[in-house]
C-alpha cells in the first residue's frame, strides 16, 4: 500500500511548523503574550522571576524538497532551521538584558525556547517583531480516576475490554502487534512487572526527575501502557490485559507523583521521542492527559511534527463529561486521533468529554486534518474506559474508569494494524479504524466515529483473513464492515476492501441507481447501475471519479437507491 497522496503534499508542506525567519529582532507595536498569561503578568510581584515559554514566528522558506528527504535527514532540518532563528534572538537579549532574564532549555519540536524574567521584562520582550507567542510555562494533567485494588488475583483469561474490541480475533491470525513501537508519555512505567516484562524497548527518558530507568511512582502509567501491549495475547501468561502484546513501548515520564508536570518538562519528553525517530521507528504516540487550557495552541505543531515523521499522536479526550465543549488539548487537534470512553455496553460514558473543538486558527489548517470531514467534531472514536482491567504498581492489577483508559485500546488497535502492513501511514490507520467503528455514519460529538472493533478494521485492510477467526465472545459486531441503515427485507450493503469490490444483496428484483460520495455529501462516481436481480451482487470501483481523475485514498459512501430502497454505507479506498 501506498502513502496517501494527501499525506505526501503534507510531507513537504509541514515545515509550516512555528519556525522563524532568522533576522535581527526590532521592536514592534503589538504584544503577543497570550490572554491568560498577561493577567498573570498583571498579577504577579513585579520582582517575582517568572518562567515562560517564548515561540517563534513561522519560517518561510522552499518546502518543496521536503518530500525526498528521509526521516532523520528531516529531523536534522527541522532541528537546524529552529535553532538558527532562535539564535540571533537569544543572542541580543542576553546582550541587550544581562541577568535580567535566563535562558532555559531550547526546542525544535515546537520551535521555541524557555525564558525566565520578571513581569516588565517579558513584556518588554514580547514586543519583538520575531516572536510569534510568549505563553506561560502552564501545566499538564492527568485526567482523575483512582485504581480500585482488586480483592485478589484477577480472573485469568482475557479481560470483557479486550475482548470487547475484537483483539483475539486478529491474535488467532498471527496479528499480535509484532516489533510495533510506540512512544508512550505518562507518569512512568513499572517494568519490572510480570505483564510487561518482555514488552520494553530499552529506550527511555524522565523529564521530571531524570532517573535513567524506568520506574511510575503514580501508577497510572502502568495501567495505560498495560492496556496496550500487557500479556502475551494467546500465550501462556493468565493475564492477556493488552490489545497488541507483541509490541513495544518506548517510556517518557512527563508527569510527576501527583500525576502533573509542566510544559517545559512536556516539551523535552515529546522532543525526545522526535529526536529517537532518527534511529528507532516510534510508530504511535500516546498520551492519557491534557494542558491547562482547552484553547492552548502550544502543543498543535508538535502534533504536525509527528505526522510529518509517521508517527500517529493518539490522545485521551478527558473526563470532563457529559458537558459540550470539554474535549481537551491536545485531543482536541484535527491533527490528533482523540478517544472518548465507552462503557461494556458500548454506551458513551458519563464523565467523556464531549466536543466540538474550539473555532480557532490552529483548528483551522485543513492541509494536516486527519479527517478530511473534519467539522471540530471530536472525539474521532471511543473504545472501553470503565472498569477496565490492567497492571499497576507492585506486580498487582486494577480496574480503572477514565478516557485514559479507553486511548490505550486504540494505540494498540493501530499497533495490530501497523504490524500486518507497515506501510500504512497515520491517515491510512486513521480512516481504517473509523470505518471499522462502524457504529456513526458520520461523527458525533459523544462516541465520534463510533467503538473500534479491530477484527473489522483489519478485515477492511486484508479481506483474505475473512472467515479465518470466529468472532469471539463479547465482540458484539459481525464481520462486516460497512453496514447499511436499511430495514428489514429491503437488502443490504456489503464491504469493499482493498480490492475495490462493493458487495449488496436485494430480496427481489429492482431497478437501481449506485453512487460513491465523499464526506462532504459530494457525488464522486456513478457506478452502473440497472435491473438487479434478488441475491447477493458485487460491483467494482476502480478509484477514479466521474472525470477519470484518480481519488484521493479516504473515507467515501456508496449510496444504492431503488423502487422502496435506499441503502448507505461507508468505505475506505486505499492506494
Not at 492527559?289 to 505543531?301: A, G, M, Q
Request: hydrophobic share 40%.
Amino acid at each position: 500500500m501506498t502513502i496517501d497522496n494527501r499525506l505526501h503534499k503534507f510531507l513537504i508542506i509541514i515545515f509550516a511548523l512555528a519556525m522563524a525567519v532568522p533576522a535581527i529582532a526590532i521592536y514592534g507595536e503589538d504584544p503577543v503574550i497570550s490572554q491568560n498569561f498577561e493577567l498573570d503578568l498583571e498579577l504577579a510581584n513585579p520582582e517575582e522571576d517568572i518562567d515562560c515559554i517564548v515561540i517563534m514566528k513561522n519560517v518561510t522558506r522552499d518546502k518543496s524538497g521536503d518530500e525526498a528527504l528521509s526521516i532523520p535527514e528531516r529531523i536534522n532540518l527541522y532541528r537546524r532551521l529552529a535553532f538558527e532563528s532562535q539564535e540571533p534572538l537569544i543572542r541580543e537579549l542576553r546582550n541587550e538584558l544581562g541577568t535580567e532574564i535566563k535562558i532555559g532549555e531550547q526546542f525544535w519540536v515546537k520551535n521555541s525556547f524557555r525564558l525566565t524574567g520578571k513581569p516588565r521584562t517579558i513584556k518588554r520582550i514580547a514586543r519583538k517583531k520575531d516572536i510569534k507567542k510568549i505563553s506561560r510555562n502552564g501545566g499538564i494533567r492527568m485526567f482523575d480516576g483512582s485504581p480500585v485494588q482488586l480483592s485478589g488475583p484477577p480472573p485469568a483469561g482475557i479481560p470483557a475490554n479486550i475482548l470487547q474490541v475484537a483483539s483475539q480475533s486478529c491474535w488467532d491470525v498471527g496479528v499480535n502487534g509484532r516489533n510495533i513501537i510506540i512512544g508512550h508519555t505518562d507518569t512512568g512505567v513499572d517494568y519490572d512487572h510480570p505483564a510487561l516484562s518482555n514488552s520494553f524497548s530499552g529506550y527511555w527518558f524522565d523529564a521530571i526527575n531524570g532517573e535513567p530507568r524506568p520506574y511510575d511512582d503514580h501508577g497510572h502509567g502502568t495501567h495505560t501502557i498495560g492496556t496496550v501491549l500487557g500479556g502475551d495475547g494467546n500465550g501462556s501468561f493468565p493475564y492477556d490485559i493488552g490489545v497488541a502484546p507483541e509490541a513495544k513501548w518506548v517510556g517518557v515520564k512527563v508527569m510527576n507523583q501527583d500525576g502533573k508536570g509542566t510544559y517545559e518538562e512536556c516539551l523535552k519528553g515529546l522532543q525526545f521521542l522526535a529526536e529517537l525517530k532518527a534511529e528507532v521507528d516510534i510508530k504511535i504516540v500516546l498520551g492519557s492527559w491534557s494542558v491547562d487550557n482547552r484553547k492552548e495552541d502550544l502543543f498543535y505543531d508538535i502534533s504536525k511534527t509527528f505526522l510529518s515523521l509517521d508517527m500517529l499522536p493518539i490522545f485521551a479526550v478527558g473526563n470532563s463529561g457529559p458537558t459540550v465543549g470539554t474535549a481537551e488539548v491536545p485531543a482536541n487537534y484535527p491533527t490528533v486521533l482523540a478517544v472518548g470512553a465507552v462503557d461494556q455496553n458500548n454506551q458513551v460514558a458519563s464523565f467523556s468529554s464531549r466536543g466540538p473543538a474550539p473555532d480557532l486558527e490552529a483548528w483551522n489548517i485543513s492541509e494536516f486534518w486527519l479527517d478530511t470531514a473534519w467539522q471540530f467534531t471530536k472525539p474521532d472514536m471511543s473504545a472501553p474506559g470503565v472498569a477496565v482491567l490492567s497492571s499497576t504498581l507492585d506486580d498487582s492489577y486494577a480496574l480503572w474508569n477514565g478516557s485514559s483508559m479507553a486511548a490505550p485500546h486504540v494505540a494498540g488497535a493501530a499497533a495490530l494494524l501497523i504490524s500486518h502492513d507497515r506501510s500504512l501511514s497515520p491517515r491510512d490507520v486513521y480512516d481504517l479504524l473509523a470505518i471499522g467503528a462502524g457504529n456513526n455514519f458520520m461523527p458525533d460529538n459523544e462516541v465520534g466515529w463510533g467503538v473500534i472493533n479491530i477484527w473489522d478494521s483489519l478485515l477492511l485492510l486484508d479481506p483474505s483473513l475473512r472467515g479465518k477467526s470466529e468472532p469471539q465472545p463479547g465482540n458484539k459486531k459481525s464481520a462486516t464492515v460497512i453496514r447499511a441503515r436499511a430495514e428489514a427485507g429491503k437488502g443490504s450493503l456489503g464491504s469493499l476492501g482493498s480490492s475495490g469490490n462493493i458487495r449488496f444483496a436485494l430480496p427481489a428484483t429492482n431497478e437501481i441507481s449506485i453512487g460513491i460520495y465523499d464526506l462532504a455529501g459530494r457525488l464522486v462516481k456513478t457506478l452502473p447501475g440497472g435491473t438487479y436481480t434478488s441475491g447477493v451482487h458485487s460491483i467494482y470501483w476502480n478509484g477514479y471519479d466521474n472525470s477519470g481523475r484518480r481519488s484521493n485514498a479516504g473515507v467515501y459512501f456508496v449510496r444504492l437507491s431503488g423502487v422502496d430502497m435506499n441503502l448507505t454505507g461507508k468505505l475506505v479506498l486505499m492506494h
